[in-house]
């Protein structure tokens, strides 16, 4: 079992519509959770992070945390065409100790 | 204030050359982390630095890859010997304290012919 798994892709959804993430991670001593964003050819930059169990709201994206199910997902409200990126959950716990594990990604496409 | 930098942007070297890629942090960021990122797939971890010393190497794949932050600041990842394997963009990250939120620079692309 990996690390850290992502659904690779690619999501499609309309323009305005809401896109979901979904990121799982084994290490149940997992303390840190990040969403990335990646466009083609750039480095990573951060969107969100979470550290309690629950919703973190910022402006259209939403991280949702579930400890118990070792669950973290990104929801984008009203995606953009610009939305389109490759998406990492990125872990950081005591097992993994200060460095990051990342997901594969996923490839988000929001058609016009 | 300026973000984390890399140099070079791109690299093309021969198999079994010697290659150094650098890394500038933000200022004032303790944590440094090198990542190898391969088509299509995630950021893979390889060193940690806290301050001048690196506390958490076991990324790095064998004993051709090695790093140094001498000053605490700069860092510089070092590959002997140079594989076609080794080929894929290499990622600098900078945080102000181990376990905090990572901040990128743009990479450097290695292409090993």
Not at chain 1, 73 to 102: E, H, M, W
């Amino acid at each position: 079992q990996k690390e850290v798994e992502q659904n690779s892709g690619p999501l499609s959804v309309p323009e305005g519509a809401i896109a979901s993430l979904n990121c799982t991670y084994s290490d149940r001593g997992s303390q840190s959770f990040f969403w990335y964003r990646q466009y083609s050819g750039k480095s990573p930059e951060l969107i969100m992070f979470i550290y309690s169990n629950g919703d973190k709201e910022d402006g259209r994206f939403t991280a949702q945390l579930n400890k118990a199910s070792q669950y973290v997902s990104l929801l984008i409200r009203d995606s953009q065409p610009s939305d389109s990126a490759t998406y990492l959950c990125a872990v950081n716990g005591k097992n993994y100790g200060q460095n990051f594990v990342f997901g594969p990604g996923t490839r988000l496409s929001v058609l016009p | 204030g300026a973000g984390v930098s890399q140099t070079p942007s791109n690299k093309v070297t021969e198999k079994g050359k010697y290659v150094e890629l650098r890394c500038d942090p933000i200022s004032g960021h303790t944590a440094l982390y090198w990542y190898r990122q391969s088509l299509g797939q995630g950021p893979e971890f390889l060193i940690y630095f806290q301050g001048t010393g690196a506390a958490d190497d076991s990324g790095l794949p064998n004993d051709r890859f090695f790093a140094v932050r001498p000053e605490g600041s700069v860092s510089t990842l070092k590959i002997q010997r140079t594989e076609r394997g080794d080929s894929a963009v290499y990622l600098c990250a900078s945080s102000l304290l181990g376990g905090d939120t990572q901040y990128f620079g743009p990479g450097t692309r290695l292409t090993v012919l």
